[in-house]
C-alpha cells in the first residue's frame, strides 16, 4: 500500500485540471439549460394564467350607465370630446368632405352611440386594439372609426394625424369610462330583428317613395344611396325591386 507522499500529486498530474477544463466546457451549456428550463417555466406560468385573467375580467358585471353628452367637461379635453360627439350627430356638418353619402354616424349608432340596442359605442375603447378577420389585423379604435367612414359612409378614411379622427375617438374614450379594460359587453353590436315591411318602400301616388318621415330619408338606390355600400346597397336594391315587382303583379 502506497503512503500519503506516494499518491501523485493530482496538481502536478493533471488530474484537477483535466477536470476544471470540462466543467470549464460544460458550464456553457449548464447555463443555457438552466436558463431554458427557467424562461420556459416563466412563459408557462404566464399563458396559464391569462385565460384566467381574462374569464375574471371578461365575467365582471358591467352597468349600462355612460356619461350625458351634457356632461362633457369645458376644459380643453371637453372641447376634443365635444367635437367628437358632434362628428357623430352631425356628421354631414362637421365631417363632409370625408363622407360619400347622406348618412350620419348616428343613423347606425343611434342617440350618438348611447342607444344599447343600437350598436352602443359604450365600452368600445375597453375592446380596442382588436383582431378582426375582415383584414387579418390588429386594428385599433382609430382604424374602426375609419373603416366606417370609408365602409359604411361611403367616404374616405380620416388622415392619421386628423383632428376630427382623434375627437371621435376622444369621444368613446370618454363613453367607455368606467368599463374595464378587457371586458365583455352584452350590448356590443346590433341584435337580429324581425324583417321589416317592405311596402312601406313602395312609391305613393306622387311618383314619390315613401321610405322616411316625409319622404325625406336618404335614398337606398342609385349613385347618391345612403344605406351601406357594397353587399348591404346591392341587397337593399334587390329587395326594394322585389318588393316593386310584388305590387305591380297584385295591381
Known amino acids: 500500500m502506497k503512503g500519503e507522499k506516494d499518491r501523485p500529486d493530482p496538481l502536478e498530474s493533471g488530474t484537477v485540471l483535466a477536470q476544471g477544463d470540462g466543467m470549464m466546457r460544460l458550464l456553457p451549456t449548464i447555463l443555457w439549460v438552466t436558463l431554458l428550463l427557467g424562461c420556459s417555466g ?36 371637453g372641447e376634443q370630446i365635444r367635437l367628437g ?53 390588429v386594428n385599433t379604435l382609430a382604424d374602426r372609426v375609419n373603416e366606417c367612414m370609408q365602409r359604411s359612409l361611403n367616404g374616405k378614411v380620416f388622415p392619421p394625424d386628423s383632428s376630427k379622427l382623434q375627437a371621435v375617438v376622444a369621444y368613446i374614450t370618454w363613453l367607455s369610462s368606467g368599463v374595464p379594460s378587457g371586458a365583455k359587453i352584452p350590448w356590443r353590436g346590433l341584435q337580429l330583428i324581425r324583417d321589416g315591411d317592405l311596402s312601406i ?13 316625409e319622404n325625406r330619408a336618404p335614398a337606398i338606390i342609385g349613385e347618391r344611396h345612403g344605406l351601406f355600400r357594397d353587399e348591404h346597397a346591392l341587397c337593399s336594391a334587390s329587395r326594394f325591386s322585389v318588393a316593386s315587382n310584388q305590387q305591380s303583379a297584385v295591381n
Do not use: W
Request: aromatic letters at 6%; hydrophobic letters at 30%; one cysteine or more.
Open 42 to 77: 416563466e412563459n408557462a406560468r404566464v399563458k396559464a394564467g391569462q385565460p384566467q385573467m381574462t374569464d375574471q375580467v371578461g365575467n365582471v358585471a358591467i352597468d349600462f350607465a355612460p356619461p350625458s353628452p351634457e356632461t362633457i367637461p369645458g376644459s380643453q379635453m
Open 85 to 137: 360627439y358632434e362628428i357623430v350627430v352631425n356628421t354631414q356638418e362637421y365631417a363632409k368632405p370625408y363622407v360619400g353619402n347622406r348618412l350620419n354616424c348616428t343613423n347606425c349608432h343611434l342617440d350618438g352611440g348611447l342607444n344599447p340596442n343600437a350598436a352602443s359605442f359604450v365600452g368600445l375603447a375597453a375592446v380596442y386594439p382588436e383582431y378582426r378577420s375582415r383584414n387579418d389585423r
Open 201 to 213: 318602400l313602395l312609391p305613393t301616388s306622387s311618383g314619390r317613395c315613401r321610405h322616411g318621415r
